[in-house]
């Protein structure tokens, strides 16, 4: 997952006429991984955080948009600190 992550910096790092379009492909490549991972922590969905999933169901349905570790952070009321944290602790990413 670590190479998803870094091709995805990398690709927000260049210019070009097909970045949105690469962006969004591996933003989303790193999306189903992390979903993937999660069901391999737990087999039942409702053992993953509720902030974690709901913030995942949000980048899945609208994987046009851009998000941010503030952005989930003032949606759910938290720190950014404490929802890295708690993404960390339920996807391992």
């Known amino acids: ?28 490549s ?6 993937k991972k999660g069901e391999s922590i737990s087999a039942v969905s409702g053992d993953i955080h509720p902030y974690v999933r ?3 169901s949000c980048m899945l349905a609208n994987s046009a ?14 720190t950014p600190t404490y929802f890295s944290h708690l993404f960390h602790e339920h996807t391992g990413v």
């Not at 998803?4 to 690469?22: D, K, V």
């Not at 790193?30 to 979903?35: A, M, Q, S």
């Open 1 to 28: 997952m670590h190479e998803q992550i870094q091709a995805l910096y990398e690709a927000f790092c260049e210019a070009g006429p097909y970045r949105e379009r690469h962006l969004h492909h591996l933003f989303n």
């Open 54 to 56: 709901e913030s995942i």
């Open 30 to 35: 790193l999306l189903i991984d992390i979903l």
């Open 65 to 78: 948009s851009e998000f941010s570790l503030d952005f989930f952070a003032r949606r759910f009321g938290v």
